[in-house]
Structures are given as C-alpha cells and as structure tokens.
C-alpha cells in the first residue's frame, strides 16, 4: 500500500467536468450538466475516495399519481492514469442506498444502485440519482449541489503516483415501474404480430409466445418481460453521447465511419487529432450498427431493451383501446389518423435549440418524425424537440409515451431484444463498463452477437418509414441487418435496483 494522500496528488491534473448533452420532458428541454469535479475523503487505509460535484438538469419530475415515476441521471465515472487507457470507475456498495454505500447524498435527493458484482467486497458500477421530493416540471429545477461517489480506487488497482485524470457521465433516465402491462394486439396489418393481448402479470416464469406467421418460442424466466420495474433512457442516444463513448474507447476507430454526408443524412461526426465532436450533438446518432450500440450500452453499463420492456415503456398500466395505438396511447398522429398523410413540420433552427413548429398542434394529436409528417427531411432531428415546443404541453403532442419517454416512436429505430429468437438466451446482464479487446462488447454471452446473430429487431420505426411502422405493437420490422445506415440508432435500459 502507498501511503501517499491522493488529494494533493490529484490535485496537480485537470479534471474534466463533461455534462452529456440530454434533454428533458417537459414545455423546455435542456442539459443537463456536471461541474464542480473534485476529489475528497481520501481514505489512505481503505484507499478510497470521493468523486465529488455538481448535478443539474431542467424540467425534472416525481408524481405520486398517474404514471407514479420520476426522471432521474444514471451517473458513473471513467479514469485513465498516465494518458492510458480509460477505465470504469467501481463504486462502493453496501446496500443500494446511498449513505450507507459512503456517497454523499444531497438533502433534496435519492441514490440508489443495484449490486453488480462481488469479489472481495460488493461493488457498483454506477448509480441512480433522483428527487426525493414531489417535483412539478419546471427550468431549472433539478439542481443538486456536492453530490460524492465513494471510489475504490484500490480495488481499480490504481497507482496514486501516476498523473490521473477522471471524467463523470449522466444520462437522463425514466423510472417505468413494476406492474402489469398488456403485451401485443388483435391486429390484421401483419404476419408477424402476436396471436392475441397478453396480460403480463410477472416477472420470473416463462411462457410461450406466437406469431400469426406461425413462429412460436419459449420465453425464459430470466428474460426482461417488462413487469419488474426497470429505467429507460429519456431520449435516443446522440451523436454527442457517441462521441463521448469514442473519446473513452481504446480501440475507437472500428465504432466509427467519416464517410457519411451530414449534408444528406443529419450524421455529423468528425475527428479533430484524437478528438471526435459533432456538430450537432444534440440530434439522435443514426449509421449506428447492433455492435456499436452493444458496445455503448456495454461501456454505460446498461444493457439492451427487450421488445416487452419496449411495449410496457409504451403504453403503462393502460389495457384499453390497445389495437395500432401510437405510444401516447392515441391512434391519432399529427393533422390525420394512421395511414393519413400530413403536410411537413417546419424545424425552427439546426442548432442545440432546435424545435418543431406545425399550425395543427392539438392535445388529441400526436407528433412524432416520419415519412408521412415531414417527408422532405433525410435524417433524424434533435431528440426532445417536439417536447421544446412551447404549445405541446400534452403526452400525444409532446410525442411522449404513458411514463414520459420521449421518441420511442419515429426519430430513428429503436433496437431491441427479440422475445421470439432471444427469449430462451438473454438474461438483462447489465453491462460492466469495460467493453472487451478490440473495442467489441463480446465479453456478454447472453447478449446477441455482432455479426447478425438473430435476436435483434426494430421497434417504433424512424424518419423515412410510413407511419403504421411506428404504433406500438407493430413488429414487421423485426428482422435487422447488421450494418450502419441512416435509421439505425437506439436506447438503453437498466433493471431497477
């Protein structure tokens, strides 16, 4: 053991404070942000520390009624020692509940995490933080001040005589609780949907599922079916998310491509040295392949979402009028019903502020990115915008879904987890923050593989697809390429602790 305080050590580096580009629910969307990095309560004996700042994001929310959930940031850290490669940090964990895993945990707020692995002792690689309050959305009013993850940095095996530098991430999260949900619909627009509702009232048996086209499979225990409760990304990933992820890749090169148009497709990434930005950072990443989105998720330490967890994000504890319903619980999409085209929306700018204007705005109709509402348009727009827009104060205008999820409809494609190919093969292993050799995610066996394995399908459809493809229980889209073209993104999700 080196007796050798870290604090006047760490002191000596730059600590880079990175807010990750997300917006919230709500009339105004806005980021959220991280500031104030330090380090304190160095324990030389335990060789620990605190990673300890600020925390603040706009038109936060926690409601005892209706949905009954909250928004709240999904925060972990990364650390590299002597410009080397950067690694996740673990936390400590004693019993999911903040105080006593020694972080330190703002008067006005919750911290909580699940126990992700155990060897010596019990570590997490990340943790939930929360209001602890009733909160109305609002600007501004998710602010929380000196916020401290306890560090085993002896466990990292970290040499305190190395230049370390340390990075903190949050993403924005929705709480979709535990509860029964129905699951698919007594639909005739397809061959591939399931043979009748299903009400899926737990969470640990297995059972069978059917499609019209005959497939039939058996669904694990252990398969995420939606009835635990669970936290779902706000927003699809962005393409400053993608970058931050590139930036703390060791191996980034295989997760990138610098041959797309951002003139055609809205896909800006660039590469400046060792640095890769975007100029729009705050628009959905599209071009994204299944193994660059398993690796981000792999490297946030979520995990994928399965296509039951996607129909419960959707439409909540709601049972009725369920046949084509878009995720805001409506059949009804802009100025028309499904299948009726709508003139084009109007984008307001194609910066950070970026919104969506349309003469038609109602509180019955939804609003959500696809061929029929703007069919000049050839790339996703900034995720949240619909819900920046003053006027759309509603779910169905917001294009939100029952629990405040925004987008899961239109935009990009969502990927999930197929219950017909993976139902007896993935478990909801949570990525461990530490993607494997080469910069691939293969270190997961439960997970599907890279290279087109079946169990991965399309959900919610996106931008250049027909709006049928984007209600909630549509699933003629559930066979995926493996490759990176213009519609290809996604989300992630975390089992609640």
């Known amino acids: ?5 870290l604090i006047s050590h760490l002191k000596k580096v730059v600590f880079i404070s990175f807010g990750c580009l997300l917006l919230s629910f709500g009339t105004k969307a806005n980021n959220i942000s991280i500031s104030n990095i330090s380090i304190t309560s160095q324990d030389i004996d335990e060789e620990t520390a605190v990673i300890e700042f600020d925390l603040s994001w706009s038109n936060s929310w926690k409601v005892a009624f209706g949905p009954s959930n909250w928004d709240a940031a999904w925060i972990f850290a990364k650390y590299r020692e002597n410009e080397g490669d950067w690694k996740h940090c673990t936390l400590s964990y004693v019993n999911g509940t903040g105080i006593t895993d020694g972080h330190q945990v703002p008067s006005n707020a919750n911290i909580s995490s699940a126990l992700d692995f ?9 943790v939930f933080l929360y209001s602890a309050n009733e909160l109305t959305q609002s600007s501004n009013n998710a602010n929380y001040s000196n916020v401290g993850l306890k560090w085993d940095y002896g466990y990292n095996g ?6 370390i530098e340390i990075k903190v991430f949050a993403i924005e999260m929705v709480y979709v609780p535990e509860g029964t949900y129905v699951l698919g619909a007594n639909y005739s627009g397809g061959e591939n949907f399931f043979t009748s509702i299903l009400s899926i009232d737990g969470e640990n048996k ?11 499979a058996n669904v694990n225990a252990s398969f995420p079916k939606g009835y635990q409760a669970f936290y779902c990304m706000k927003y699809e990933i962005t393409q400053g998310q993608y970058c931050d992820f590139l930036n703390t890749c060791s191996s980034p090169n295989n997760r990138y491509k610098s041959s797309f148009s951002g003139d055609r497709f809205r896909y800006n990434l660039s590469i400046t040295g060792d640095d890769y930005s975007s100029s729009t950072p705050h ?18 330490a979520l995990r994928p979402m399965t296509e039951m967890e996607y129909e419960k994000a959707c439409r909540g504890f709601e049972s009725t009028s369920v046949i084509g319903n878009f995720p805001w619980g409506t059949r009804e999409l802009k100025d028309g019903t499904a299948d009726t085209e709508a003139t084009d929306y109007v984008l307001t700018s194609t910066d950070e502020t970026e919104t969506v204007t349309d003469a038609t705005f109602d509180a019955t109709k939804g609003n959500a990115l696809c061929s029929y509402t703007y069919g000049n348009l050839e790339g996703p727009i900034r995720v949240g915008a619909f819900a920046a827009q003053t006027n759309n104060t509603s779910k169905a205008t917001a294009g939100a879904s029952y629990f405040g999820i925004l987008e ?4 990009i494609k969502e990927r999930v987890i197929d219950a017909i190919t993976a139902g007896e093969t993935f478990d909801g292993t949570h990525g461990d923050g530490t993607i494997g050799s080469g910069g691939l995610y293969m270190d997961l066996p439960s997970w599907p593989g ?4 079946p169990g991965i399908g399309n959900r919610g459809g996106s931008f250049i697809q027909k709006d049928t ?29």
Do not use: Q
Request: hydrophobic share 35%; proline share 2%; with cysteine.
């Open 408 to 411: 899961l409809a239109g935009n």
């Open 118 to 126: 155990t060897d010596i002792d019990n570590y997490s690689n990340g």
């Open 450 to 453: 890279s290279t087109g394995d």
């Open 469 to 497: 493809k984007l209600l909630t229980t549509d699933r003629s889209d559930m066979v995926v390429a493996e490759s990176r073209i213009n519609v290809h993104g996604g989300r992630g999700v975390r089992t609640a602790p």
């Open 283 to 300: 628009v959905a990443c599209n071009f994204l392949s299944w193994a660059d989105i398993a690796t981000y998720l792999d490297w946030a």
């Open 1 to 5: 053991m080196i007796n050798k305080p």
């Open 158 to 163: 970290v040499d305190i005589n190395n230049a």
């Open 206 to 216: 297995s059972f069978s599922l059917t499609t019209k086209n005959g497939s039939t």
